[in-house]
């Protein structure tokens, strides 16, 4: 709030870690899977709008507190518009998200790999520009002057024909905010979001390398099918990690073990 936005800026990118996974379900459908394997090999990944999430609550951690505004003499129309920015329904951008966990997360494996019938990959994070950590409120978050004054500034922008002004991107980053905030249930995890544009569709391909990002290690669940785990090997061969690895159960923890057997 005090408007450092460069020192904020150099903050968080210093606070992004070096590694990055994400999980993967695999079933029986083996035309599905085949996607997911192709989208490995060629190096990309999946990035979906706001409206496609697996979280009907996304987006919804601030809220535009209409009681306030009301009296300010704000009409509905305008107080529609501002729930409107801060509402999920917006199409112009999707994301992919990463988590910050190592491969033993299991509560990750039984949320996103089909118990354990997909996979996990790590990501060298390259550059860490993109990446945004997500943060955890107990509580939504009412919002009053935000919403008025980014309007206000917006509105002098537009008069003076800006194209913008220092005023309207400090309003418009604490507008981001949104986006990477999510109810403390979910803290578990520790996600990391990248956004990108996008026009129309449910989604997009994006290189990882766009987004600074390298594929440094794939790990097999636990149930996934040998013949899987054959396909998985070969794209990590090509893509220079190795052979992958197999999670197995620990006969001394409440934990995965990564397993380079000869599966």
């Not at 518009?81 to 997360?105: I, R």
């Amino acid at each position: 709030m005090d408007k450092k936005l460069d020192e904020a800026e150099a903050y968080r990118k210093s606070n992004i870690p070096s590694k990055l996974i994400k999980f993967f379900s695999l079933t029986d459908d083996s035309s599905l899977n085949d996607v997911k394997f192709s989208t490995l090999n060629n190096q990309k990944l999946w990035f979906a709008t706001p409206k496609i999430l697996n979280d009907p609550y996304e987006f919804q951690c601030m809220y535009v507190d209409r009681k306030k505004l009301k009296e300010y003499d704000y009409p509905d129309d305008v107080i529609d518009s501002f729930e409107t920015m801060l509402s999920n329904q917006n199409t112009s951008w999707a994301l992919v998200s990463l988590s910050g966990n190592t491969f033993d997360c299991l509560p990750m494996w039984a949320y996103y790999t089909n118990n354990y019938h997909g996979y996990c990959v790590e990501y060298d994070v390259l550059k860490p520009d993109a990446i945004l950590k997500v943060g955890y409120e107990p509580q939504r978050i009412p919002t009053a002057s935000i919403v008025t004054n980014f309007y206000s500034e917006f509105r002098k922008m537009v008069e003076s024909k800006q194209a913008t002004n220092d005023e309207v991107e400090f309003y418009a980053t604490l507008f981001k905010q949104q986006f990477f905030l999510k109810h403390k249930s979910w803290e578990h995890e520790d996600e990391y979001r990248i956004i990108y544009p996008i026009s129309g569709a449910n989604g997009l391909l994006v290189d990882i390398a766009n987004v600074g990002l390298k594929t440094s290690k794939i790990v097999a669940g636990l149930n996934c099918s040998d013949e899987n785990k054959k396909r998985l090997n070969e794209i990590s061969n090509v893509l220079g990690c190795g052979d992958i690895s197999i999670s197995k159960i620990s006969g001394e923890k409440y934990t995965l073990l990564e397993d380079m057997g000869d599966e």
